[in-house]
C-alpha cells in the first residue's frame, strides 16, 4: 500500500502555503488569554521554535480580536512570520474584525449564524429550513467580502460536539449532519468565487472522525469540489491516551492520503503538541506499508504488527496509525503488538488502549479533555490530574468506574455537545466557576471551583448507586 495523497486546491495562509503539493503543515493553538500580549507572544514564539507552522489564538470578543493586532505585531518584530488564526465562535461580527487583522479566520458553522444549541428537537417546513440558510447567506458573504479584501484565509471548522440544533433536528447526531453542516457554508464559497478555504471537520470519537471526513471527500467529489482538510481528534486527551487515540485518528485518514494539515490536540502545553504531529507526517510512507502487512496478517479476528523501534512514543505512535483504521473499519476486535525491546504487559496495554482509541473494548476510564485555549479559566492540566487521581481511588473499590468516560472540558464551546459520548463531563462556566454534566444533561451550575471535582465524584458515586438499583 503506497501512499498517495489526495490532490486538492492550494491555500495561502500568510504565505505559508496548504494543499495541493505542498507539504503537510502541522499546528497548534494557544492557551493563554488572548488579552495577554507578552504571554501570548512568548507561547506563539514557543509553538513556531517547535516547529509549529501555523498558531490559532480563540477571539471571544471584539476587544480579543482587536488584541491580535498587537499580538501580531510584537511577533513580527520578533523576527516570528508564524501565521495567526482566530478563533471564532458565536459572534460572527468577531469574525468580519479577525479578517482584517489575521492571516485565517476559524467559523464554526454550528455557532456562526445558528443561535446556541439547546439540544431542543425543532421542526422546520422545507420553506422555513430554506429561510435558515438564506440567513447564514446573507450574513457569511459579507465576511467572505472582507476576506477578499485583506487577503485572508478562512477554516470552516465542524465539531461533533457543536453542531446547532436546526442542523441536528433534521440529520441527527450523525456523520451526515456533520457533512452537510459543512457543505452549507462550502456551496456559498464556490458560488461566491471565494477558494481560499481550508476545511475541518472534528470529534472526539475517532470512528465518528474518520467517517465523516470520508463522507465530506466523497461529497465534495460528488460536488466538484477539492478544497484541502485539516485533521485533528478533538479532546484527545493527554499522555500516552491522548498521543494513541490522536494516532488512530489521524493517521487512519493520512494512510489513506487524506489530509494537508494537522494538529494533535493535548492537554498540555501546546508546543508539546508540534513533535508528536510531525512524527505522524513523518511516518506516513512507513505506516502505509505497515498497515498493508498488518491487514493481511488478519486471522482469527486479530491483527499482529511486528515493531522494531527502542523509542516508546514512535512504538505507541506507529502502532496506533499502521492498525487505527482496521479496527475503525471493524476488520477485526483483537491486536498483538510485537516489539523485541519491550515487555509483554507493556506492550498488551499498549494494544488495549489502541482498541480503546478504535472503540472497540474498553478496558480503563477514558478521559476527553480539551486542550484548553483563552477560553479556559481553569488550571486544565492540575484538573484532570486531580480527577484521575480520584478516580483511581475510586476504581479501586469499585469497577463500574474503570470504563466510565469522562469529559474535562475548558469551556461551553464543545463541552456539552462532547458530553453525549462522555458519561460525566466538568465544564468550565466561567471564573473558579464548573458545571457538572451527565451525558449532554446539566446536573450542576456554576459550583465553585474548589468543590467541583469532589462533587462529580459524589454524583457519579449516586448516579451509578441509583442504576444499579
Not at 472540558?409 to 466561567?430: F, K, L, Q, R, T
Request: hydrophobic content about 40%; overall charge negative.
Amino acid at each position: 500500500m503506497a501512499y498517495r495523497r489526495r490532490k486538492t486546491s492550494a491555500v495561502n495562509v500568510g504565505g505559508v502555503m496548504i494543499g495541493s503539493d505542498y507539504p503537510i503543515r502541522v499546528q497548534s493553538m494557544a492557551n493563554t488569554s488572548t488579552m495577554d500580549t507578552e504571554g501570548s507572544v512568548a507561547q506563539a514564539q514557543r509553538i513556531a521554535e517547535a516547529g509549529g507552522e501555523i498558531v490559532r489564538f480563540t477571539t471571544q470578543g471584539q476587544r480579543e480580536a482587536l488584541n491580535m493586532q498587537k499580538i501580531s505585531k510584537a511577533l513580527r518584530a520578533e523576527g516570528c512570520m508564524v501565521p495567526l488564526v482566530a478563533d471564532v465562535h458565536f459572534n460572527a461580527a468577531v469574525a468580519d474584525t479577525a479578517a482584517t487583522i489575521c492571516e485565517k479566520v476559524r467559523i464554526n458553522p454550528g455557532n456562526y449564524v445558528d443561535p446556541a444549541r439547546s439540544f431542543k428537537k425543532l421542526e422546520y417546513t422545507d420553506a422555513e429550513y430554506a429561510d435558515e440558510i438564506r440567513k447564514i447567506d446573507e450574513r457569511f458573504v459579507p465576511f467572505l467580502n472582507i476576506c477578499k479584501e485583506h487577503h485572508t484565509a478562512i477554516r470552516i471548522g465542524v465539531n461533533h460536539g457543536s453542531l446547532s440544533d436546526r442542523i441536528m433536528s433534521r440529520y441527527g447526531d450523525t456523520p451526515e449532519g456533520m457533512v452537510e453542516s459543512c457543505m452549507e457554508f462550502l456551496r456559498i464559497c464556490v458560488r461566491e468565487d471565494f477558494f481560499n478555504v481550508v476545511i475541518s471537520i472534528k470529534a472526539s470519537n475517532t470512528v465518528v472522525m474518520v467517517r465523516t471526513v470520508r463522507l465530506l471527500v466523497v461529497q465534495m467529489e460528488k460536488e466538484g469540489m477539492s478544497f484541502p482538510l485539516h485533521l485533528g481528534v478533538t479532546e484527545a486527551g493527554e499522555g500516552e491516551d491522548g498521543r494513541i487515540k490522536s494516532a488512530v485518528g489521524i493517521g487512519a485518514l493520512l494512510c489513506e492520503g487524506i489530509g494537508d494539515t494537522i494538529r494533535v490536540s493535548l492537554s498540555e502545553a501546546p508546543e508539546r503538541e508540534i513533535p508528536v504531529a510531525r512524527k505522524l507526517v513523518d511516518m506516513i510512507d512507513e505506516c502505509c506499508a505497515l498497515r498493508a502487512c498488518a491487514k493481511a496478517s488478519i486471522a482469527n479476528d486479530t491483527v499482529e504488527i511486528e515493531l522494531d523501534e527502542t523509542d516508546w512514543e514512535t512504538v505507541q505512535l506507529k502502532a496506533a496509525m499502521a492498525t487505527g483504521a482496521l479496527f475503525i473499519d471493524r476488520l477485526a476486535h483483537q491486536l498483538v503488538i510485537r516489539n523485541p525491546h519491550f515487555d509483554e504487559v507493556r506492550l498488551t496495554e499498549l494494544a488495549d488502549g489502541i482498541l480503546q482509541a478504535a472503540r472497540v473494548k474498553f478496558t480503563k476510564t477514558e478521559y476527553i479533555s480539551c486542550p484548553g485555549c483563552g477560553r479556559t479559566l481553569y488550571n486544565l492540566e492540575e484538573t484532570i490530574a486531580r480527577i484521575r487521581t480520584a478516580v483511581g481511588a475510586r476504581s479501586a473499590t469499585d469497577k463500574r468506574f474503570a470504563t466510565l468516560k469522562i469529559g474535562i472540558m475548558g469551556c461551553i464551546v464543545n463541552g456539552p455537545g462532547e458530553m453525549a459520548d462522555a458519561d460525566y463531563g466538568y465544564v468550565g462556566a466561567g471564573v473558579g466557576r464548573v458545571s457538572l454534566y451527565k451525558q449532554k444533561v446539566c446536573v450542576e451550575k456554576n459550583i465553585p471551583e474548589a468543590e467541583a471535582v469532589e462533587r462529580l465524584m459524589r454524583f457519579i458515586e449516586e448516579d451509578l448507586g441509583e442504576a444499579s438499583v
